[in-house]
């Protein structure tokens, strides 16, 4: 008998859940194969490993999909949420979570793919012309003192940036409202731009924003009308338009980009805390900067101070000297004039009587000439006597000697007739007659023929005082050239300052 506890045969068969997972995968990929797939991309995502996950939607459905890393290079687009695309791939299934998914391997725009074209189209065009080159983008200011917003002024952007510049840095905030989507949306944003331009007060910086939306919800912002108006803006401008991963051509145009409305009020106005924090912290440094110099001079001047003389002891000694000096020349001055005129006196007492010495000299004097005239004829006849018997004998010797040379000469002229012999002969005679004229010079008839006269009487003595000489005597002048007689009128007496008349 079975035992009824024992399970019940089946004939359904068994599998393991990796075969279920294998066998539906093998189906879907053989009944499929390639196809091609529209719908709009959500949910995209980029890894760090460059696969892209994303989804596709319509209506009624959503399928997974993914794009490997060797095919994100192939794609003909950049793939982006709210795009509807056209995807060509394969399905396929993924066992570990039950479920199955598109892998992309081309994709192209569909449906909004013409709208997107004429994008694409409008923006090269426009970095054509150069209106998206960097060197186009302003700075925004530090601190703008009015901020300009162009949006709508229903929802909760502009909300959004009144919070966040009133909790950062309270601003003059000026709005211009203006339809974000629709029929002439994009003329009045345009207009509003220009608007801000010539405004009284001028905003410092402009924000145009916008909340999120498809892509035809955001076309006003892709308008040529609009990026041309961003692109010759004056005022720095902030593009705000979407979410983060929208991308308008307006962004290209304005001078920053904020990925949310919320952004670019932060981009506009600093945080308060910041810029105390930061302006604390700069004050902090710049004291303990000056701190450190002033430590830096002070200790520079303790060390030229040490190095520097005591200049009060300095001036005190110099004024000490001064007063010193200046005492001592007070008292030096009657003593200098005090020893002058003592030294004065003394050699005052040692002169001799002046006028006594010159009484003794006139008298030592007359004497002396008295007994010169006294002695004078008797010196001048035994000088005559003598010069004229010395003068005959050396004239007589001399003519006895140069006669002899004279002879002496002519024989050796005789005997030599050699030219340098005659030179020495020539030297010879020369010295003889420089010493016949040194000889001649020292005779009592040169004395003579210098102007000289020799007074005789008749007797031939000669008369060496005028005294001797009586009037009418008979006298005998003799020169050097002969001799003239002359008689005697009288005589003088020598003037008192020693000269004879005549």
Same mark, same amino acid.
């Given at each position: 008998?079975?035992?009824?506890?024992?399970?019940?045969?089946?004939?359904?068969?068994?599998?393991?859940?990796?075969?279920?997972?294998?066998?539906?995968k093998?189906t879907?990929?053989?009944?499929?194969?390639?196809?091609?797939?529209?719908? %709009?991309?959500?949910?995209?995502?980029?890894?760090?490993?460059?696969?892209?996950?994303?989804?596709?939607?319509?209506?009624?459905?959503?399928?997974?999909?993914?794009?490997?890393?060797?095919?994100?290079?192939r794609?003909?687009?950049?793939? %982006?949420?709210?795009?509807e695309? @056209? *995807? $060509? =791939?394969?399905?396929?299934?993924?066992?570990?979570?039950?479920?199955?998914?598109?892998?992309?391997?081309?994709m192209?725009?569909?449906? +909004?793919?013409?709208?997107?074209?004429?994008?694409?189209?409008?923006?090269? #065009?426009?970095?054509? %012309?150069?209106?998206?080159?960097?060197?186009?983008?302003?700075?925004?200011?530090?601190?703008?003192?009015?901020?300009?917003? /162009?949006?709508?002024?229903?929802?909760?952007?502009?909300?959004?940036? !009144? $919070?966040?510049?009133?909790?950062?840095?309270?601003?003059?905030?000026?709005?211009?409202? /203006?339809?974000?989507?629709?029929?002439?949306?994009?003329?009045?944003?345009?207009?509003?731009?220009?608007g801000?331009?010539?405004?009284?007060?001028?905003?410092? /910086?402009?924000?145009?924003?916008?909340?999120?939306?498809?892509?035809?919800d955001?076309?006003?912002?892709?308008?040529?009308?609009?990026?041309?108006? +961003?692109?010759?803006?004056? @005022?720095?401008?902030?593009?705000?338009?979407?979410?983060?991963?929208?991308?308008?051509?307006?962004?290209?145009?304005?001078?920053?980009?904020?990925? &949310?409305?919320?952004?670019?009020?932060?981009?506009?106005?600093?945080?308060?805390?910041?810029?105390?924090?930061?302006?604390?912290?700069? *004050?902090?440094?710049?004291?303990?900067?000056?701190?450190?110099?002033?430590?830096?001079?002070?200790?520079?001047?303790?060390?030229?101070?040490?190095?520097?003389?005591?200049?009060?002891?300095?001036?005190?000694?110099?004024?000490?000297?001064?007063?010193?000096?200046?005492?001592?020349? =007070?008292?030096?001055?009657?003593?200098?004039?005090?020893?002058?005129?003592? *030294?004065?006196? $003394?050699? %005052?007492?040692?002169?001799?009587?002046?006028?006594?010495?010159?009484? +003794?000299q006139?008298?030592?004097?007359?004497?002396?000439?008295?007994?010169?005239?006294?002695?004078?004829?008797?010196?001048?006849?035994?000088?005559?006597?003598? /010069?004229?018997?010395?003068?005959?004998?050396?004239?007589?010797?001399? !003519?006895?000697?140069?006669?002899?040379?004279?002879n002496?000469?002519?024989?050796v002229?005789?005997?030599?007739?050699?030219?340098?012999? #005659?030179?020495? @002969?020539?030297?010879?005679? *020369?010295r003889?007659?420089?010493?016949?004229?040194?000889?001649e010079?020292v005779?009592?008839?040169?004395?003579?023929?210098?102007?000289?006269?020799?007074? $005789?009487?008749?007797?031939?003595?000669?008369?060496t005082s005028?005294?001797?000489?009586?009037?009418?005597?008979?006298? &005998?002048?003799?020169?050097?050239?002969?001799?003239?007689?002359?008689?005697?009128?009288?005589?003088?007496?020598?003037?008192?300052?020693?000269?004879?008349?005549?």
């Open positions: 008998m079975d035992d009824p506890r024992a399970p019940l045969a089946s004939n359904v068969p068994e599998y393991t859940v990796s075969e279920i997972s294998g066998a539906v093998r879907l990929e053989g009944t499929f194969g390639r196809i091609r797939v529209r719908g %709009e991309i959500t949910e995209l995502k980029r890894y760090p490993s460059g696969h892209v996950y994303l989804s596709l939607k319509d209506e009624g459905a959503k399928i997974a999909g993914v794009v490997w890393k060797s095919a994100v290079s794609l003909a687009m950049t793939p %982006e949420n709210g795009v695309v @056209i *995807a $060509t =791939g394969r399905i396929s299934a993924y066992g570990e979570r039950s479920s199955y998914q598109l892998i992309i391997e081309r192209e725009y569909a449906g +909004a793919g013409a709208l997107l074209a004429r994008i694409e189209m409008l923006r090269q #065009r426009l970095a054509a %012309e150069g209106l998206f080159d960097a060197a186009r983008k302003r700075p925004l200011p530090l601190l703008p003192k009015v901020i300009g917003v /162009v949006s709508s002024e229903r929802g909760a952007v502009i909300q959004d940036i !009144r $919070t966040t510049i009133a909790r950062r840095f309270p601003r003059t905030l000026l709005l211009w409202p /203006v339809p974000v989507q629709g029929e002439g949306a994009a003329e009045k944003i345009a207009a509003a731009i220009n801000f331009c010539h405004a009284h007060p001028r905003p410092d /910086v402009l924000i145009v924003a916008r909340g999120g939306g498809s892509l035809e955001l076309m006003a912002f892709n308008e040529e009308i609009v990026v041309r108006a +961003a692109a010759s803006c004056p @005022i720095p401008l902030i593009s705000a338009v979407g979410h983060e991963t929208d991308t308008t051509l307006i962004d290209f145009a304005a001078d920053r980009r904020a990925p &949310t409305p919320t952004a670019a009020a932060e981009m506009a106005v600093p945080a308060r805390a910041d810029l105390v924090a930061d302006l604390e912290h700069k *004050a902090a440094r710049l004291v303990g900067g000056l701190n450190r110099v002033v430590q830096e001079r002070r200790l520079r001047l303790s060390r030229a101070e040490r190095g520097l003389p005591d200049l009060p002891a300095l001036v005190g000694g110099a004024r000490q000297r001064l007063d010193d000096r200046a005492e001592r020349l =007070g008292l030096a001055l009657p003593n200098l004039l005090e020893r002058r005129r003592a *030294a004065l006196v $003394t050699v %005052e007492r040692r002169l001799p009587d002046l006028p006594a010495l010159l009484r +003794a006139r008298q030592r004097v007359e004497e002396r000439g008295v007994r010169l005239v006294l002695a004078l004829p008797n010196l001048v006849a035994g000088r005559r006597s003598a /010069v004229d018997l010395a003068g005959h004998k050396l004239l007589a010797c001399l !003519r006895h000697a140069v006669g002899r040379i004279h002496q000469a002519n024989r002229l005789g005997r030599l007739s050699d030219a340098p012999v #005659r030179g020495g @002969i020539r030297e010879a005679r *020369a003889l007659e420089g010493a016949a004229a040194r000889l010079s005779s009592p008839l040169a004395v003579l023929a210098r102007g000289y006269a020799l007074v $005789t009487d008749p007797a031939g003595h000669p008369l005028a005294g001797a000489v009586k009037p009418g005597a008979r006298l &005998t002048l003799q020169f050097a050239d002969g001799s003239v007689r002359a008689t005697a009128d009288g005589a003088r007496r020598p003037d008192r300052q020693g000269e004879l008349a005549l």
